[in-house]
């Protein structure tokens, strides 16, 4: 009785895990930005949108936006951040699990720094056709958006090239510890209008997440297994 207990519980805790949407934040939103990653978000599963600020994140720990995001989204309208801010908080974030999404934030590059991005220049196109140059994180291969206000951006060795307009570099991923991170110099949650570019998004968010912790279905799944053992062992 007591194991049969003790498995209820787990199936408890398990399915009520699965119960709760992931959090995204999106900081300093404009335009579609708020929009377009709610229709991203729920095409993978229910998700909590929270807008939030500059300031507010700056401020924040890495513990507490752990607590309060599964991921972070760094629009192009944002603000600046302190010089410490990738080493102080990002970089922990995202190592304890956080996802990041770094979606052309020109205002925002001081977020980045000390994280082996450089940013350079401003856009030489506003739209057309970028070329993804590893498929590690969607599998199209090509997509468009806007990209207004960064030209481009290199990184050390810790990051890896996907996306790239002729010879710049527009698009870089990295993992730190359990979370992973996707820098972009091209804005897609506020430019992006196509089809392709939605399915980009979707692919973004799946990526940035997809390192976190076991999925609480198959920990579910588990219990009811491990509930329906014990039970036919109590009735030999």
Known sequence: MKMLKSFAFLLTFAVA????????????????????????????????????????VNGATAASLKASYDVLIFSWYGGSYSSTFWTDTLLGYIQMGGGVIFDGASSATSAMNGSGLSF????????????????AITSATTVHGANHHLGGLSGNS??????????????????????????????????????????????????????SVPEPMPLALLALGLIGLAYSRKRA
Request: net charge negative; aromatic share 10%; charged share 10%.
């Open 158 to 211: 810790d990051w890896t090239e996907f996306l790239s307009h002729s010879t710049t570099t527009l698009g870089m991923y990295a993992s730190f510890g359990a979370g992973r991170i996707i820098a972009t110099s091209t804005d897609f949650f506020y430019h992006g209008h196509t089809t392709a570019d939605m399915s980009f998004m979707v692919d973004e968010l799946t990526w940035v997440t997809s390192a």
């Open 17 to 56: 895990s699965a119960a709760n949407a992931m959090v995204i934040g999106v900081i300093d939103p404009q335009g579609n930005t708020t929009s377009n990653a709610t229709t991203a978000a729920n095409t993978l599963e229910p998700s909590t949108i929270v807008t939030t600020n500059t300031a507010a």
């Open 120 to 135: 350079f220049g401003s856009s030489t196109f506003s739209s057309g056709a970028q070329t993804v140059t590893d498929n």
